[in-house]
């Protein structure tokens, strides 16, 4: 086959426009699963895809799929795709690469006269972002029927509204969310196109990595209440700071990752909010969510052991309730071999 027409100029203005819808004014997006931003975002996508003559279904929680036929229908087909939220202040290429990328791949080949074989489906993950829920993968974890009905059933936003009713808000609360488990065997293959998010590569001039394995992620909420009262009142040795007990909990996160023992592991407590919030009050509740990773999974669970150790220990000595939650906890995956050959 000789090389195919990628047409990067068209491929970047999609991206552009793409990253025009967004809940708040550029050069960052947010795009938070079921908001005005993202079901325009899906619009957009699913206008592309028609244009491309695919065809598409939605499923009971908003995942998209639009296949391209393949000439023996008989065969699964090889799927594609990423997803298109965004995190407050994201960029523009995380996730909308692997869909806008995909696209203009099927685009080249159709016009390179190709026809496959297999089929090729792309798939747009709902909030694969934990931006709503504070769980990352939800369209995924559904597809591949391990998130079951009563982890869905406690699944609250900050506002308190549940999976129900934003399904609803977005007009797709007419389906059983149990239809959205996908069998065994649907697919052949999954390969995604992503934008490299760390600085291995650039810094080794290294055009394009192959993922091998993916890190098994956890995460952690950790409600704290303290006791309130006015910074110019209540003398030091009387608090109970929230905020406090929260900043060492912080550090005893970032600890356990430096002291896990394996160079994968990554620590992060991405969300630390506290009220009342104000600079005359001393905090008395904070909230925390923490993101933990490795590619071990023996050292992965030694460094969340010692993270939920540390929590009960640093509250107690500094008179503070706490409420641990543990929102995922993911085995790593490693990627097939196979796979990992063609592309390289």
């Keep these: 086959m000789n090389p195919l027409p990628i047409e990067s100029s068209r491929l970047q203005r999609d991206i552009d426009e793409l990253a025009a819808i967004s809940e708040v004014p550029p050069p960052v997006g947010t795009r938070v699963l079921f908001s005005e931003a993202d079901l325009r975002a899906r619009a957009f996508v699913k206008d592309i895809c028609q244009k491309l003559q695919l065809t598409i279904r939605e499923d009971a929680v908003g995942n998209i799929f639009a296949r391209w036929s393949g000439s023996d229908t008989s065969l699964p087909p090889v799927a594609t795709g990423s997803h298109i939220d965004a995190i407050p202040n994201a960029g523009r290429y995380d996730g909308v690469v692997g869909v806008l990328g995909a696209l203009e791949a099927i685009r080249a080949l159709q016009i390179s006269g190709f026809r496959p074989r297999r089929g090729i489906e792309l798939i747009i993950f709902t909030a694969e972002e934990p931006t709503r829920f504070g769980i990352g993968c939800l369209g995924s974890r559904l597809l591949a029927g391990s998130l079951s009905r009563e982890r869905i059933a406690v699944l609250r936003d ?187």
């Design 158 to 344: 900050r506002e308190g509204h549940n999976l129900d009713y934003w399904r609803k808000k977005a007009s797709f609360g007419a389906q059983d969310l149990e239809s959205v488990a996908l069998q065994k065997n649907t697919y052949s293959a999954f390969i995604e196109l992503h934008i490299v998010q760390g600085p291995l590569l650039e810094k080794e001039n290294i055009p394009i990595g192959v993922v091998e394995k993916i890190a098994a992620p956890s995460t952690l909420r950790i409600e704290l209440t303290g006791l309130g009262g006015h910074a110019g009142a209540v003398l030091m040795p009387e608090r109970h700071d929230a905020l406090l007990a929260g900043a060492e909990i912080a550090l005893a996160v970032e600890k356990a990752a430096l002291n896990s023992g394996s160079p994968d592991t990554v620590a992060t407590t991405g969300v630390f909010r506290i009220e009342p919030g104000a600079v005359n009050s001393v905090p008395c509740r904070a909230w925390l969510e923490i993101d933990l990773r490795d590619t071990q999974l023996p050292t992965r669970d030694a460094s969340l052991s010692r993270i939920e150790k540390s929590v009960p220990e640093i509250c107690k000595r500094r008179g503070v309730e706490f409420h641990i939650e543990r929102l995922n906890v993911d085995e790593p995956a490693t990627a097939d071999p196979d796979l990992v050959k063609t592309v390289l």
